[in-house]
């Protein structure tokens, strides 16, 4: 049985990967402690059984709190992506990195895995430089992608899915993007790739995953709106540059897949299928999710 360790158990990809990488068969190992104390990282690693994979989910995702607070953001992304690549190491171990579109300048899209990264904020820098971090071990892949999607254990209200379906639960008023296109897949069909990307081992230092299409996030936003009748707030269309942010905001977000389809031998889903499948999951957990909250209203 394929041992794999996942670090960030309890962030949106982390979670989403322990349960399909259990139902793929996997013996699968959660690391629930702090990626910056690397001698605890180091004992936990060491006391496994056996260890042929790790998947590095956990990072510093607050965008705006790196801005404010670079040596976290730093310590957490570059650091702790050093500990868990040398735990790896020590071990032998595969290591899988998950990375992030957002490196690049976001200026033209359509990014493949040789392009040159040009990160713009302190988050988007971190990640850059933890990539270098985790090529410097010669058994891992860079896995840059983005993610859309909903706690499987309920919201936290932290990503874009989660703020959308927040605000029309609680009729919020929205102001959506139209100038920010993105390929993000969900997590249930990131953790299926990576569940495949364990299996097949292909040569690939970097690897882009996406959808096969791409859309605006106002375009997503109204996806939902539109299957949400009960909502009374009030959505206002906009361009990401009329909000003031902390962080710089790059507005071509979306990635070659070429690759992966050949790596995977299929095509990469579309965004409709991906949001169609956030909702089934939404819709799945009949009324109540796993932690007990009430459902998001999402599937109208
Ligand atoms: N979300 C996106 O839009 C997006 C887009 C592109 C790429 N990515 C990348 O995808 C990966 C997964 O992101 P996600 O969406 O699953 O983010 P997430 O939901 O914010 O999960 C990240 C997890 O990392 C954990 N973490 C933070 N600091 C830690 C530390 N010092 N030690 C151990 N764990 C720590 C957090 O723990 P707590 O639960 O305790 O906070 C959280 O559970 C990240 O590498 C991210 O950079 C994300």
Not at 89 to 108: D, L, Y
Not at 142 to 160: A, D, E, M
Not at 265 to 291: C, D, Q, Y
Request: glycine content about 8%; charged content about 25%.
């Amino acid at each position: 049985m394929t041992s794999v360790l996942v670090t960030g158990p309890r962030g949106l990809l982390g979670s989403t990967a322990i349960r399909v990488f259990r139902d793929a068969g996997f013996e699968v190992y959660p690391y629930e402690g702090d990626i910056t104390d690397a001698a605890a990282l180091q004992a936990f690693v060491t006391s496994l059984p056996s260890l042929e994979v790790i998947v590095h989910t956990a990072a510093a995702t607050d965008v705006n709190r790196c801005e404010r607070e670079p040596e976290w953001c730093t310590a957490v992304n570059v650091d702790g992506t050093r500990n868990v690549r040398d735990a790896a190491a020590s071990r032998g171990a595969r290591f899988i990195h998950i990375s992030t579109v957002s490196v690049f300048s976001g200026k033209e899209g359509g990014y493949r895995e040789g392009d040159r990264p040009e990160p713009g904020n302190v988050y988007n820098r971190s990640k850059e430089a933890s990539e270098r971090v985790a090529l410097a071990y010669d058994r891992s892949t860079v896995v840059r992608l983005n993610v859309i999607g909903v706690h499987p254990n309920g919201s936290r209200g932290k990503n874009f899915i989660e703020w959308i379906l927040d605000a029309i639960r609680d009729n919020k008023d929205m102001q959506i993007f139209t100038d920010v296109r993105i390929n993000a897949l969900s997590s249930w069909t990131i953790a299926e790739l990576l569940a495949d990307l364990i299996r097949v081992n292909p040569p690939d230092r970097v690897l882009h995953l996406g959808t096969s299409d791409l859309r605006s996030k106002a375009d997503i936003a109204e996806w939902f709106l539109s299957r949400a009748p009960s909502y009374t707030g009030h959505v206002t269309r906009t361009t990401s540059d009329a909000l003031s942010s902390l962080a710089h905001r790059p507005k071509e977000m979306w990635l070659n897949v070429d690759r992966a389809a050949v790596v995977f031998r299929r095509t990469l889903p579309t965004v409709e299928h991906e949001l169609e499948r956030i909702s089934t999951h939404l819709l799945s957990a009949g009324g109540k999710n796993e932690a007990g909250q009430d459902r998001i209203t999402a599937g109208g």
